[in-house]
């Protein structure tokens, strides 16, 4: 069954060239300060090849599927999704685990698997079993968050439309 895209906020995490952190935190993103999570998808270089907001390299498929795992904070401070393994939100590939053919993750056709949490973003983040960094470049790790507003602000914009009648 297909799913509604209700809203979408695309987020970028630069891992600095030659860092040797394994745990770097969400930006604060403005737009999803009160919204709700309904889910999250990861990309890595196989499947886009550069940042829009950054224009860094993704990671690639190894660092983002096999090595990276994903702590979501809620806005009490709970940690509701606790090193979650990144293959999870994984649900797009260009290009299978040898680097040939192009597939997309059979293990996970539903990646929209949020109730709708709030999520404090600049609390929560990735970790990496190994630095994910490359000496001569910065690079990019990417996620789609698909989110809803709160229900009155929701309410509100639906009345509104794209046509130029009223």
Known sequence: MAQKIIRHELVEITIPKGSTLTRYNFPDIPNLRTSHIWAL????????????ITQNELLPISAVLFNSFITLVNKGGKEFIKQAPSTIFASVFSQDISGVGSTINQLDWNNKSFVGQKVN??????????APSDPAKDLCFMVSVYYSLPLNEEKAESGKSFSKRS
């Not at 998808?41 to 829009?52: A, H, L, P, R, T």
């Not at 973003?121 to 190994?130: A, L, R, V």
């Open 41 to 52: 998808e990861v990309y890595n270089k196989n499947c886009i090849s550069k940042g829009i």
């Open 121 to 130: 973003y600049p609390k929560s983040y990735i970790e990496f079993s190994t």
